[in-house]
């Protein structure tokens, strides 16, 4: 099935409960706001009614960390249902997940784990994908995840995995331009070659965070500002990608709005220098 | 390596943290294996104590961490949604303080008060439809978000203190056993303390939904005029409390 990718090239921020306040009674600059899904598949109660509040006042994208698409035994079709029923009623501009595993034959580890770079792996990912797209009836976006662990047996490397399953799959693709540098810093790839390796086309949003120095790795802790070299990178990616929406994602450490908003105006003043 | 096998390899490493585990995976040796096995182990930890914010404040910091440490050894998360990972937790403070029935309480009460923030809605029924109601044949519905449980110790004057952020009472047994009751007003989570013959009329409402059958319990435990009375007082009070969703 050919579905048509999200086409929204502006700037958003990661909605977070802190600054639900700041969003329901004020016209907070932003282009979108994105919500972590699993967040809002509950049954009822206030987390829903926020959510509707702010989707008559913004453009939401349902970004969501528990799908599983690389899972080896499938996808779980209650997870499908309730996300397909939050899907209808908040009708989201992007719906996004993660190139990862978390789940296992009933076991759920609430983390976004490796998947291995094989054709095996690919031709799952790859099907995932399909079954999660037809029970929605849209495409979606998968993100490339840090990583702290690389096997052995790949065949590829991450970029070519993700340009081919968006080619298999017709999904589009969520570059975080802060797992691609910590990626690159913890596996030691060139993290130029990682954005050269994107279909420029298929990229449809980036996500912008920080991290922090762990036991001789970067760890993806989103709970800094933007840092310098993630900024550097993505001079270079808003260049190459001109059909990305762009956000900052921050999750931890959350900072009064106006910082956010800061950050989001560097966001957009790379875009403007990069599109002159 | 099969992806299947890859997989299955990786849980065992975060359940055990085994080096047989871990060499499926390369080795332990490898640093982002611990990354892994601390995100995985944080995440739960701190999943449990979003929960139970104030069990964790009775209980005390290590007494918590080892009652979280030991759930996660025993109890690996299988839901799609973290929340769900604090269900089972008050079986495993029962398990390692059998003899602490305020601290099972006052976990009760925060997974209640927890998962009725997220239950289903329900338009409670307005007073004014009370007039026209057939009380004969009328079946009540409780909203979806109401739990009950036996109180036979202080738990709740204990969680209001805490939530109140004032000096809470020790631990006491009750002097006779009444109800924990929590639900949803609006979107705000609610707790209340009922006496045990208005715990039994809910649990006789929920069984059977019969205003009548209702009417007929409370006759035979009160009386014939306390208990009409009664079934009349509770009717209104569960309807200003927005208790009752539906009256058919």
């Known amino acids: 099935m050919s579905k048509s990718l999200p086409s929204m090239a502006g700037y958003g921020l990661g909605l977070r409960k802190e600054h639900y306040r700041d969003f329901l009674e004020t016209d907070?600059?932003?282009d979108f706001v994105?919500?972590?899904?699993?967040?809002?598949?509950?049954?009822?109660g206030q987390p829903r009614h926020i959510l509707r509040q702010i989707r008559e006042r913004y453009p939401v994208a349902l970004h969501g960390v528990s799908m599983s698409i690389g899972s080896a035994d499938g996808l779980r079709i209650?997870?499908?249902?309730?996300l397909k029923a939050l899907v209808e009623e908040i009708q989201p501009v992007i719906v996004s997940d993660h190139l990862s595993w978390s789940r296992f034959q009933?076991?759920?580890?609430?983390?976004?784990?490796?998947l291995p770079y094989t054709e095996e792996a690919l031709d799952i990912v790859c099907n995932n994908i399909d079954v999660a797209q037809n029970t929605l009836g849209r495409a979606m976006l998968f993100e490339n995840p840090s990583s702290y662990l690389s096997f052995e047996n790949a065949d590829m490397t991450e970029w070519e995995f993700l340009a081919e399953m968006s080619k298999r799959t017709g999904c589009g693709l969520l570059l975080d331009v802060n797992n691609v540098f910590v990626s690159a810093s913890n596996h030691g790839f060139d993290a130029q070659a990682f954005l050269r390796g994107m279909p420029s086309e298929r990229v449809r949003q980036m996500h912008l965070a920080g991290h922090t120095q762990g036991n001789g790795l970067l760890i993806d802790t989103h709970d800094q500002s933007v840092p310098d070299g993630?900024?550097?990178?993505?001079?270079?990616?808003?260049?190459?990608?001109?059909?990305?929406?762009?956000?900052?994602?921050?999750?931890?450490?959350?900072?009064?709005?106006?910082?956010?908003?800061?950050?989001?105006d560097i966001a957009r003043q790379h875009g403007i220098k990069e599109a002159a | 390596?099969?992806?299947?096998?890859?997989?299955?390899?990786?849980?065992?490493?975060?359940?055990?943290?085994?080096?047989?585990?871990?060499?499926?995976?390369?080795?332990?040796?490898?640093?982002?294996?611990?990354v892994y096995q601390n995100n995985y182990r944080a995440q739960l930890v701190n999943s449990l104590g979003a929960t139970y914010p104030q069990v964790r404040s009775w209980m005390g910091e290590d007494n918590f961490m080892h009652a979280a440490v030991k759930h996660i050894d025993n109890h690996p998360p299988h839901s799609w949604t973290l929340d769900a990972y604090a269900d089972e937790f008050g079986e495993t403070l029962r398990d390692i303080f059998p003899r602490n029935p305020d601290l099972h309480e006052l976990a009760w009460i925060e997974h209640a008060l927890s998962t009725a923030f997220v239950a289903g809605d329900a338009q409670p029924v307005p007073a004014a439809d009370l007039a026209s109601v057939d009380w004969e044949s009328a079946q009540l519905r409780f909203t979806p978000t109401l739990q009950t449980a036996p109180a036979t110790t202080n738990a709740s004057d204990i969680w209001w203190a805490m939530q109140e952020g004032e000096q809470h009472p020790e631990g006491s047994m009750l002097e006779e056993p009444k109800g924990h009751v929590a639900w949803r007003r609006g979107y705000v989570s609610c707790l209340r303390t009922v006496s045990q013959i208005e715990l039994d009329a809910i649990t006789q409402v929920q069984a059977n939904g019969s205003f009548s059958g209702l009417c007929d319990f409370l006759v035979e435990q009160l009386g014939e005029s306390e208990g009409v009375a009664t079934a009349g007082g509770l009717l209104a009070d569960w309807v200003g409390s927005e208790l009752i969703t539906g009256i058919e």
């Open chain 1, 28 to 30: 907070v600059p932003v």
């Open chain 1, 34 to 44: 994105e919500v972590i899904s699993e967040n809002f598949m509950v049954a009822g």
């Open chain 1, 78 to 82: 209650d997870y499908l249902a309730r």
């Open chain 1, 106 to 114: 009933g076991f759920n580890s609430h983390d976004l784990l490796p």
């Open chain 1, 230 to 264: 993630v900024w550097d990178l993505y001079s270079e990616a808003a260049a190459r990608f001109p059909y990305a929406a762009t956000m900052i994602e921050r999750d931890d450490n959350i900072p009064p709005l106006s910082e956010l908003l800061a950050e989001l």
């Open chain 2, 1 to 34: 390596m099969k992806l299947e096998e890859l997989q299955n390899g990786f849980r065992s490493w975060l359940t055990t943290a085994s080096d047989d585990a871990a060499a499926t995976l390369g080795g332990a040796h490898q640093p982002g294996l611990a």
